[in-house]
């Protein structure tokens, strides 16, 4: 079971001209490229975490690589060691004497070869290891900074993290999908599924991004996107000039190609005069979109980034949403639910899916581990974009699993694409028959459009 | 009384009797940490000895360890003991002054030589040639070290004498030592204290005339018997040190129930002798017991360890402005180091941005 | 001069100067790279930055539930040394004496009985610390010689403290001469080790606390 969508999986890995020229470079080179990255991600922040650690190893409790695996190197903060010690030996108060007497060693090639499968196979950069720390040490941000230096020095994993990296920097979308193609897709779907699309009108205040695989695997849910915003009557539109909500260069450590992707995204939504920009999964572009775009384009964003649990959410609240409760199931089974990583524990957001499903009248059994506790499916982070991670990503998928299945239920609700398609093929893969439904889907079966027009 | 008269026959031309001879002579081999089994012997031994000529020097000295030595009101036999000696010379009490005492001093030391006992109080003056303290034209150094060559053992009296005592104390101008330092090929026995304790004295004099030798000493070369364990190891106020219970200031209710003095200063932690055992006064009181704790006076240097009232829990640290100068030279270094790594990452992220734009140019 | 009066004396006075100035040194040093103003907007949830990092410091001193079925040894383990440590700096009469007479901060002190089990919980607990990073893989793997080092350092203090208050096995200026240098020892390596988590451990959950404050992600 390939991890992409069969379709577009690259036949082989049609790595960018960066990637092929930092294979290609001598190894000092490429080691300095991958010092300079990392030397550049350091301000009081960073740094303040860099001193902090003490080196108790409660973050591997917290990490499900390490829980699952028992193996010691994948404990969360021994995954930065070599940012930790360019750290020490270029940027840190002791920089100096670290040089002088030979305190921590340099970094080399061979050890950030080494390091390529800790810090990516083995990341979701889930943020657990920082909800554990007694120093609050983010580590799930060192990570994605750590992965700068590794990107730098051509180290990303090439299939397929990478090559959707270069894919995207090269046309803004990782799977080369161009503007006309995208919008022909979606005006496809609009038709197939019978729903009024709208795609890059003049004037729009509810702006929502596709991600790519949704639109190859799951156009269920574009259609869905389009019906519930048609419902709450807003006027929306699909951008198609900067609509890439999968941001895969931002896992894969590309901050060129991220940037490149942010500015598309903000410069479309910007142009016809958004209000609100709805992400549809969980991801870093969620994160990157809500809490870093502003960084990267250098001012204050004129819209809002919701993901779309918190837009759905808001427009139950203000009135404009109207839904059929769902009917009970015979055995009492329940759903649940699994939380988003980005949204419910990094941004605090997981009140807002609670809400819908409050309103649909599912009976939701929790996991053991849920809201900001919550496990991530072993997806995020691009590890479900790198094929060689797959038996490693399933194995850190087995404590999703048992919690689902502790639930009884035989559904389990996910408002992210990268989740969903993480939970289709873990469960897949253990031939469990779980259900896996997407919360969007759900919401766009239940529209009330009686309640509505009354 | 001759130089002939044994003690025996000193103690019995003064009525004292045997069975009184005996019962010090038991104290003495308990605190010379004897067995009582030796007493009867040391009785015998001290009935027996011959009046032991003693030289007494006084360096830089106050005359305190002499007026404590001399003015002990209950004359018993402790003081009959120091009577027993022939102080030969004592600038202080001889009558003889200028150079008939000179002359005593010769006479004496040479008349007795290998057999004397040398005593010194005061401490001596080893800058500038000893000018600090000359003596008949001579300096205490030169004194010092012709009659320690001629004497039996040389005793120490005194803190000034033993460790240097306030004399040595900074800026010590006139390079004041002890004695130990400057006699060598001699048995010195450090008897510290700002004074030392009478008894102290009497019972190495009572080794001595008993045994012929000083008595065990430790390493800073006092006797054991009385300097082995320190004030506070022996203080009554002790149990309340264990439970806890201190006088935070000389007249709180702690004070006045006659708790620990550790917290205001008290150093009979650190300071070994015999105030709480034996007390002054023909075991009346001694500081601790007075209410104030102890100074420390029989330790080297106890001049120059800080205030008599800061604890020995608390050293005294820096002054709050060379705290804050360290601060600040750790706002400087620190500041060098961010400045440096700020600039390391400037120039990359310049060096980023050319390679981004050359690029996207080429693109 | 005697080891004990070095020891009260210059080497104290050194240590401190060296331990304020290393502690400043390292602290400027990561204050002042270079900082990017947030442009982002807030989440709805949103608290104050400061009160979010002064949050996070104090919440983070507890551990999360879900977390403590797994961390419930390493947990225990630092509790116990912590709030050992706390309580023989804090309680401690000599301890208190040593503070009251460099800055005239005076408060009452905890029985000695009090003291001396905190001590013997701490020294276990200090020796369970090696034992665990001897034998537990994690630890294995992230121990390096700061952490043996900065557990030594405070291992030697709280012994010698022990045998001090007990006045055995050695004479008490002895026990009190040593004491005081481990202490110094500590002093001199706490900016430069791991033991410098004193100012930092708190500095990391106020930066954390800052930046989940304004997602209002706190947790």
Same mark, same amino acid.
């Given at each position: 079971?390939?991890?992409?969508?069969?379709?577009r999986?690259?036949?082989?890995?049609?790595?960018?001209?960066?990637?092929?020229?930092?294979?290609?470079?001598e190894?000092?080179?490429?080691?300095?490229?991958?010092?300079?990255?990392?030397?550049?991600?350091?301000?009081?922040?960073?740094a303040t975490?860099?001193?902090?650690?003490?080196?108790?190893?409660?973050?591997?409790?917290?990490?499900?690589?390490?829980?699952?695996?028992?193996?010691?190197?994948?404990?969360?903060?021994?995954?930065?060691?070599?940012?930790?010690?360019?750290?020490?030996?270029?940027?840190?108060?002791?920089?100096?004497?670290?040089?002088?007497?030979?305190?921590?060693?340099?970094?080399?090639?061979?050890?950030?070869?080494?390091?390529?499968?800790?810090?990516?196979?083995?990341?979701?950069?889930?943020?657990?290891?920082?909800?554990?720390?007694?120093?609050?040490?983010?580590?799930?941000?060192?990570v994605?900074?750590?992965?700068?230096?590794?990107?730098?020095?051509?180290?990303?994993?090439?299939?397929?993290?990478?090559?959707?990296?270069?894919?995207?920097?090269?046309?803004?979308?990782?799977f080369?999908?161009?503007?006309?193609?995208?919008?022909?897709?979606?005006?496809?779907?609009?038709?197939?599924?019978?729903?009024?699309?709208?795609?890059?009108?003049?004037?729009?205040?509810?702006?929502?991004?596709?991600s790519?695989?949704?639109?190859?695997m799951?156009?269920?849910?574009?259609?869905?996107?389009?019906?519930?915003?048609?419902?709450?009557?807003?006027?929306?539109?699909?951008?198609?000039?900067?609509?890439?909500?999968?941001?895969?260069s931002?896992?894969?450590?590309?901050?060129?190609?991220?940037?490149?992707?942010?500015?598309?995204?903000?410069?479309?939504?910007?142009?016809?005069?958004?209000?609100?920009?709805?992400?549809?999964?969980?991801?870093?572009?969620?994160t990157?979109?809500?809490?870093?775009?502003?960084?990267?384009?250098?001012?204050?964003?004129?819209?809002r980034v919701?993901?779309?649990?918190?837009?759905?959410?808001?427009?139950?609240?203000?009135?404009?949403?109207?839904?059929?409760p769902?009917?009970?199931?015979?055995?009492?089974?329940?759903?649940?639910?699994?939380?988003?990583?980005?949204?419910?524990?990094?941004?605090?957001?997981?009140?807002?899916?609670?809400?819908?499903?409050?309103?649909?009248?599912?009976?939701?059994?929790?996991?053991?581990d849920?809201?900001?506790?919550?496990?991530?499916?072993?997806?995020?982070?691009?590890?479900?974009?790198?094929g060689?991670?797959?038996?490693?990503?399933?194995?850190?998928?087995?404590?999703?699993k048992?919690?689902?299945?502790?639930?009884?239920?035989?559904?389990?609700?996910?408002?992210?694409?990268?989740?969903?398609?993480?939970?289709?093929?873990?469960?897949?893969?253990?031939?469990?028959?779980?259900?896996?439904?997407?919360?969007?889907?759900?919401?766009?079966?239940?529209?009330?459009?009686?309640?509505?027009?009354? | 009384?001759s130089?002939?008269?044994?003690?025996?026959?000193?103690?019995?031309?003064?009525?004292?009797s045997?069975?009184?001879?005996?019962?010090?002579?038991?104290?003495?081999?308990?605190?010379?940490?004897?067995?009582?089994?030796?007493?009867?012997?040391?009785?015998?031994?001290?009935?027996?000895?011959?009046?032991?000529?003693?030289?007494?020097?006084?360096?830089?000295?106050?005359?305190?360890?002499?007026?404590?030595?001399?003015?002990?009101?209950?004359p018993?036999i402790?003081?009959?003991?120091?009577?027993?000696?022939?102080?030969d010379?004592?600038?202080?009490?001889?009558?003889?002054?200028?150079?008939?005492?000179?002359?005593?001093?010769?006479?004496v030391?040479?008349?007795?030589?290998?057999?004397?006992?040398?005593?010194?109080?005061?401490?001596?003056?080893?800058?500038?040639?000893?000018?600090?303290?000359?003596?008949?034209?001579?300096?205490?150094?030169?004194?010092?070290?012709?009659?320690?060559?001629?004497?039996?053992?040389?005793?120490?009296?005194?803190?000034?004498?033993? *460790?240097?005592?306030?004399p040595?104390?900074?800026?010590? =101008?006139? !390079? %004041?030592?002890?004695?130990? #330092?400057?006699? /060598?090929?001699?048995?010195?026995?450090?008897?510290?204290?700002?004074?030392?304790?009478?008894?102290?004295?009497?019972?190495?004099?009572?080794?001595?005339?008993t045994?012929?030798?000083l008595?065990?000493?430790?390493?800073?070369?006092?006797?054991?018997?009385?300097?082995?364990?320190?004030?506070?190891?022996?203080?009554?106020?002790?149990?309340?040190?264990?439970?806890?219970?201190?006088?935070?200031?000389?007249?709180?209710?702690?004070?006045?129930?006659?708790?620990?003095?550790?917290?205001?200063?008290?150093?009979?932690?650190?300071?070994?002798?015999?105030c709480?055992?034996?007390?002054?006064?023909?075991?009346?009181?001694?500081?601790?017991?007075?209410?104030?704790?102890?100074?420390?006076?029989?330790?080297?240097?106890?001049?120059?360890?800080?205030?008599? *009232?800061?604890?020995?829990?608390?050293?005294?640290?820096? =002054?709050? !402005? %060379?705290?804050?100068?360290? #601060?600040?030279? /750790?706002?400087?270094?620190?500041?060098?180091?961010?400045?440096?790594?700020?600039?390391?990452?400037?120039?990359?992220?310049?060096?980023?941005?050319?390679?981004?734009?050359?690029?996207?140019?080429?693109? | 001069?005697?080891?004990?009066?070095?020891?009260?004396?210059?080497?104290?006075?050194?240590a401190?100067?060296?331990?304020?100035?290393?502690?400043v040194?390292?602290?400027t040093?990561?204050?002042?790279?270079p900082?990017?103003?947030?442009?982002?907007?807030?989440?709805?949830?949103?608290?104050?930055r400061?009160?979010?990092?002064?949050?996070?410091?104090?919440?983070?001193?507890?551990?999360?539930?879900?977390?403590?079925?797994?961390?419930?040894?390493?947990?225990?383990?630092?509790?116990?040394?912590?709030?050992?440590?706390?309580?023989?700096?804090?309680?401690?009469?000599?301890?208190?004496?040593?503070?009251?007479?460099?800055?005239?901060?005076d408060?009452?002190?905890?029985?000695?009985?009090?003291?001396?089990?905190?001590?013997?919980?701490?020294?276990?607990?200090?020796?369970?610390?090696?034992?665990?990073?001897?034998?537990?893989?994690?630890?294995?793997?992230?121990?390096?010689?700061?952490?043996?080092?900065?557990?030594?350092?405070?291992?030697?203090?709280?012994?010698?403290?022990?045998?001090?208050?007990e006045?055995?096995?050695?004479?008490?200026?002895?026990?009190?001469t040593?004491?005081?240098?481990?202490?110094?020892?500590?002093?001199?390596?706490?900016?430069?080790?791991?033991?410098?988590?004193?100012?930092?451990?708190?500095?990391g959950?106020?930066?954390l606390?800052?930046?989940?404050?304004?997602?209002?992600?706190?947790?």
């Open positions: 079971m390939s991890p992409m969508p069969p379709s999986a690259p036949k082989i890995a049609p790595a960018t001209r960066r990637i092929a020229e930092s294979r290609s470079q190894d000092q080179t490429r080691l300095d490229a991958a010092m300079r990255g990392f030397i550049t991600d350091f301000g009081p922040e960073a975490w860099m001193e902090a650690c003490l080196h108790c190893g409660q973050c591997a409790e917290a990490c499900q690589f390490y829980v699952e695996t028992g193996d010691p190197k994948y404990t969360p903060i021994w995954k930065i060691e070599p940012f930790k010690q360019a750290y020490n030996r270029q940027m840190g108060p002791f920089a100096p004497l670290f040089r002088m007497f030979g305190l921590t060693p340099s970094v080399s090639l061979g050890q950030l070869e080494h390091w390529q499968e800790l810090l990516y196979d083995s990341c979701n950069m889930c943020g657990r290891c920082t909800m554990v720390c007694p120093a609050g040490i983010d580590i799930a941000d060192l994605e900074k750590a992965r700068h230096g590794m990107f730098d020095a051509g180290l990303v994993p090439p299939d397929y993290l990478g090559a959707l990296a270069g894919k995207e920097r090269e046309t803004g979308s990782p080369g999908i161009a503007p006309n193609a995208m919008r022909d897709s979606l005006l496809e779907i609009g038709e197939k599924h019978g729903v009024e699309m709208h795609v890059d009108e003049p004037r729009a205040e509810v702006v929502p991004a596709v790519s695989i949704d639109l190859k799951y156009p269920d849910s574009i259609a869905a996107t389009a019906k519930v915003l048609n419902h709450i009557g807003v006027r929306w539109s699909f951008m198609t000039k900067g609509f890439d909500a999968d941001n895969v931002l896992t894969a450590g590309d901050r060129e190609g991220q940037k490149i992707v942010t500015e598309a995204i903000v410069a479309a939504a910007t142009d016809c005069g958004a209000q609100v920009l709805i992400m549809p999964e969980c991801g870093h572009s969620y990157e979109m809500r809490w870093e775009a502003a960084n990267t384009v250098g001012h204050a964003l004129p819209f919701l993901h779309m649990s918190e837009y759905l959410a808001e427009a139950l609240e203000a009135g404009q949403l109207h839904l059929r769902v009917p009970k199931d015979g055995q009492g089974h329940g759903v649940t639910f699994h939380d988003p990583c980005q949204v419910s524990r990094r941004s605090g957001r997981s009140d807002a899916p609670r809400r819908i499903m409050q309103a649909l009248g599912l009976d939701l059994h929790e996991l053991a849920h809201g900001p506790d919550s496990w991530c499916c072993g997806g995020g982070g691009g590890v479900a974009l790198i060689r991670a797959k038996t490693l990503r399933n194995h850190a998928f087995d404590i999703k048992r919690q689902v299945a502790e639930t009884g239920a035989d559904t389990v609700y996910v408002t992210c694409t990268g989740c969903r398609q993480t939970f289709e093929h873990g469960f897949k893969d253990a031939g469990a028959e779980t259900g896996v439904g997407s919360l969007l889907d759900l919401v766009a079966e239940q529209l009330d459009e009686k309640e509505k027009t009354s | 009384m130089q002939k008269d044994t003690l025996g026959q000193e103690l019995s031309r003064r009525g004292i045997r069975r009184a001879l005996l019962k010090f002579a038991a104290a003495a081999a308990t605190s010379l940490a004897l067995p009582p089994s030796f007493a009867p012997a040391i009785a015998e031994e001290l009935s027996k000895a011959r009046r032991q000529s003693l030289i007494w020097l006084s360096f830089q000295d106050c005359t305190g360890c002499l007026e404590a030595l001399t003015r002990s009101e209950a018993g402790e003081r009959l003991i120091f009577d027993f000696v022939s102080l010379y004592q600038e202080t009490l001889m009558a003889a002054a200028g150079t008939a005492a000179e002359d005593v001093l010769k006479a030391a040479q008349e007795n030589r290998g057999n004397y006992l040398l005593a010194v109080d005061g401490s001596v003056p080893v800058a500038d040639n000893g000018v600090y303290s000359m003596i008949g034209g001579r300096s205490p150094m030169a004194i010092l070290s012709e009659l320690a060559e001629g004497a039996a053992a040389v005793l120490a009296i005194g803190t000034c004498a033993a *460790y240097g005592g306030i040595k104390a900074a800026p010590n =101008p006139t !390079g %004041a030592a002890g004695i130990g #330092a400057l006699v /060598g090929g001699k048995p010195v026995v450090n008897i510290p204290g700002c004074p030392p304790i009478p008894e102290v004295l009497t019972g190495v004099l009572v080794n001595f005339l045994f012929g030798k008595p065990d000493l430790d390493a800073q070369g006092r006797p054991l018997a009385y300097f082995g364990t320190t004030i506070h190891d022996q203080c009554y106020r002790r149990p309340y040190y264990d439970q806890g219970k201190f006088a935070k200031s000389f007249d709180d209710a702690g004070a006045r129930q006659g708790w620990c003095l550790f917290e205001l200063g008290c150093k009979g932690p650190t300071t070994h002798n015999a709480a055992s034996l007390k002054w006064n023909g075991g009346t009181s001694f500081p601790i017991q007075s209410g104030h704790g102890c100074l420390g006076c029989s330790e080297p240097d106890f001049w120059d360890k800080g205030s008599f *009232y800061t604890s020995l829990s608390g050293g005294e640290g820096p =002054p709050w !402005g %060379a705290v804050a100068g360290a #601060a600040a030279g /750790g706002v400087a270094i620190g500041g060098a180091a961010a400045f440096a790594a700020r600039r390391a990452r400037a120039s990359v992220e310049r060096q980023l941005a050319q390679e981004w734009k050359a690029q996207e140019d080429e693109a | 001069m005697t080891l004990l009066d070095f020891a009260r004396g210059p080497a104290l006075y050194a401190t100067l060296i331990m304020v100035c290393g502690l040194w390292r602290l040093g990561v204050a002042l790279l900082f990017r103003r947030d442009l982002a907007a807030s989440g709805p949830n949103a608290k104050g400061v009160s979010g990092a002064l949050w996070q410091v104090v919440s983070r001193s507890f551990p999360r539930r879900s977390f403590l079925g797994r961390t419930m040894v390493t947990v225990t383990i630092g509790y116990a040394m912590h709030i050992g440590l706390a309580v023989i700096l804090l309680g401690g009469a000599p301890h208190i004496l040593l503070v009251t007479q460099a800055t005239g901060l408060w009452p002190a905890l029985p000695k009985g009090i003291v001396a089990i905190a001590s013997g919980v701490t020294l276990v607990s200090l020796l369970l610390v090696i034992l665990r990073r001897l034998t537990h893989p994690v630890l294995r793997l992230l121990s390096n010689v700061d952490d043996y080092l900065s557990i030594l350092l405070t291992l030697i203090p709280v012994l010698t403290g022990i045998l001090l208050a006045e055995t096995l050695l004479p008490y200026e002895t026990l009190l040593w004491h005081i240098l481990s202490v110094e020892a500590l002093m001199i390596w706490l900016p430069f080790g791991k033991l410098a988590h004193v100012v930092f451990v708190f500095a959950r106020a930066a606390g800052a930046r989940q404050a304004r997602k209002g992600a706190l947790q």
